[in-house]
């Protein structure tokens, strides 16, 4: 399915920004270029500086992981990104989203967690340097990212993914015609049907009934369709539909097969008396 990496626009950025300037200072300390007198007053220095790029860094990931749900409108979504991959299926009577909206919204809201957390992480340049234990040697930059401006691009990101969700549950009422699959009022439809006395004619049509539908929903419903930025997948659903329609469709089937035998039994009982009592010798007048 189509997803986000979290830290997708950090990782690259970090794994290749922080080795860089631990070698700077590595090559600076080998040459002699950096003296041990003021030592904590420069690394401290250092920190301001590496602390001010790492929350640009973190800014810029955010503002563009934030620009992929809203890009200009006089451009089209890559075609290689197919959309987040949306599943409808059926649970007991009622369909269902899978993932649903608020599952995405808990997801991809998190990203923004996700990318504050991994700019927390990164070490003091001087640790790596001269490793020390105790709790200096985990001493990380803390770079501080405006919480309004976090909760602003969270609150925008939502109402994007609340409005795309929109066409997906509009396209639900698609199958409200078969609603009565769904709610299972058919079962008891065709429970009620089988429990009573009903002529041969009245089976078959019942028949006939629910394969036209098995059929109906099977190729005339659409399996994948593309809306904004979900990509809807009904095919399991689909299947779901027919599998009931189908089932229906046995119990019927069923019934009329024992009926007919039923009356082919009646027929074979009513034949082999009026046989016996052909073949038998008339006791009197009245029997011949």
């Known amino acids: 399915s189509s997803g986000i990496n979290a830290e997708w626009p950090l ?7 922080f080795p860089e300037v631990q070698n700077i200072f ?7 270029q950096i003296t041990h007198t003021h030592l904590d007053a420069f690394f401290n220095s250092v920190s301001v500086l590496m602390t001010s790029q790492l929350r640009s860094l973190c800014m810029d990931s955010i503002d ?3 620009e992929l749900y809203r890009p200009p409108t006089n451009i089209v979504r890559k075609q290689n990104f197919q959309g987040f991959i949306v599943r409808l ?8 989203f899978e993932p649903s909206c608020s599952d995405f919204e808990t997801v991809l809201l998190n990203v923004f967690d996700v990318f504050i957390k991994a700019v927390s992480m990164v070490p003091r340049v001087e640790t790596k340097l001269y490793p020390v ?3 200096r040697s985990k001493a990380t930059l803390k770079p501080v990212i405006a919480e309004n401006h ?16 929109v066409p997906a549950e509009k396209h639900t009422k698609n199958f409200e015609q078969y609603e009565f699959l769904i709610n299972k009022e058919a079962d008891q439809f065709v429970e009620k049907f089988l429990s009573e006395d009903r002529p041969f004619e009245e089976l078959k049509a019942q028949v006939v009934r629910f394969k036209e539908l098995a059929d109906d929903i099977v190729y005339n419903s659409r399996k ?10 009904c095919d399991e659903l689909i299947r779901a539909l027919s599998k009931r329609a189908d089932s229906l469709c046995a119990k019927i089937l069923i019934k009329m097969s024992k009926t007919n035998m039923d009356l082919n039994k009646a027929l074979c009982e009513e034949y082999e008396a009026i046989a016996s009592k052909a073949l038998a010798t008339p006791a009197n007048t009245e029997q011949l």
């Open 133 to 135: 234990e105790g709790a």
């Open 150 to 165: 976090i909760t602003a691009m969270k609150s925008s990101v939502q109402q994007i993914i609340q409005r795309e969700f």
């Open 11 to 17: 990782r690259p950025g970090l794994k290749k920004w």
């Open 26 to 32: 590595y090559q600076g300390n080998k040459s002699k």
């Open 64 to 66: 563009d992981y934030h």
């Open 224 to 233: 994948v369709i593309r809306l904004g930025m979900f990509e809807l997948h």
């Open 89 to 96: 299926v059926l649970e007991g009577s009622e369909m269902k």
